[in-house]
């Protein structure tokens, strides 16, 4: 795991998934790949403002949702260029983002879950029956397919996969600086204590608001290119349902850090499809793994990785300072007793 956490892990992952599709049996474990990747995008969007900012937005699929028309609609209605679409969808999704951030931040903890949800579930019936836009739930059918850009083109499953691996490679790349620049340790601090940001001159509501059209900017990243990959969209796509399998990733793989949700979004699509016969009862199945998590793993896998490296340096700082302590005793001892024996004498 520690490999996994510099420039040389991140080196490592990035040439692996070049590699897959050399590895893959067949088309169908790129389109999996593929489909997890898109999902990875919209996941690493959820954690900044879940796991980084502290607000916990259920309305996470909704926003992908947008993106995903967006690009269906604006395609297939109206004949824009799909590369257009594109930007248009996450930018589409940021300025909606904007609008429900400014009414919905006022609120806090499970306040503000429980008006996304309500949010989330408004998305979901918009699209559903505005039919004349959205197509209702006949969905949009026929969504080309990304236009190639110079000698690139995107139409075998290969490249397509190498079309989703660059977005999330530039995807992860951008959350990193973000991070690790002043404005990520200010959402982190919002996400410790927001009594004592702002006691720190930090301005709450502008950079939570900020905090939440960049999660939701990833979203409709990513349901822009789940529109030009699978080229049809259903109001399915913004069921809540999605939502909680992106925060079931965060959870699995370690909310509030980078490389967890990455992984859980990796790992749980595969292990679904190794249990497609207990498809129908998903829920009834993964609910407990996600009790037994929270209850006996509540960081996920990087995260208790994490904690455990943390005490492990603990205990060795802590024994090479009680190790110190015992030599230096000796000789500092030594000298009242010397000069007593002076005295003595």
């Not at 002043?182 to 959402?187: A, D, K």
């Amino acid at each position: 795991m520690a490999q996994l956490q510099g420039k040389l892990g991140w080196s490592l992952l990035l040439l692996l998934g070049i590699a897959f599709p050399f590895i893959a049996g067949n088309d169908y474990h790129l389109t999996v790949m593929s489909t997890a990747y898109i999902f990875a995008l919209s996941t690493v969007g959820l954690n900044l403002i879940t796991g980084y900012t502290g607000q916990f937005n259920l309305a996470h699929a909704g926003f992908m949702a947008v993106g995903a028309y967006t690009v269906g609609i604006l395609t297939v209605d109206h004949q824009v260029p799909f590369w257009i679409a594109f930007a248009l969808s996450g930018l589409l999704a940021a300025v909606l983002g904007f609008g429900i951030g400014i009414l919905s931040l006022r609120l806090k903890g499970h306040y503000f879950s429980i008006f996304t949800l309500c949010v989330g579930y408004i998305m979901f019936l918009v699209i559903e029956k505005w039919e004349s836009l959205t197509h209702g739930t006949v969905g949009i059918i026929g969504i080309p397919s990304p236009a190639p850009i110079g000698p690139l083109a995107f139409e075998s499953p290969r490249e397509l996969y190498y079309m989703v691996l660059f977005f999330l490679a530039a995807g992860m790349w951008a959350m990193h600086r973000i991070v690790h620049s002043l404005l990520g340790g200010t959402f982190i601090a919002i996400r410790n204590s927001e009594e004592l940001a702002e006691s720190l001159g930090i301005n709450l509501m502008r950079n939570k608001v900020l905090a939440f059209m960049l999660s939701v900017f990833y979203a409709g990243l990513a349901g822009g290119l789940y529109a030009g990959y699978v080229r049809f969209l259903g109001p399915g796509i913004a069921a809540v349902e999605h939502t909680f399998d992106m925060t079931m990733y965060m959870l699995v793989g370690g909310i509030g850090t980078q490389l967890g949700p990455l992984l859980g979004a990796l790992i749980m699509p595969w292990l679904t499809q190794y249990l497609q016969f207990l498809q129908e009862y998903r829920f009834l199945v993964f609910g407990p793994i996600l009790i037994l998590l929270v209850i006996f793993v509540p960081d996920g896998i990087v995260g208790s990785w994490l904690k455990w490296r943390a005490r492990r340096a603990y205990t060795a700082q802590a024994a090479a300072t009680r190790a110190n302590a015992s030599v230096q005793t000796p000789a500092s001892t030594s000298q009242p007793l010397r000069a007593q024996e002076g005295s003595h004498a």
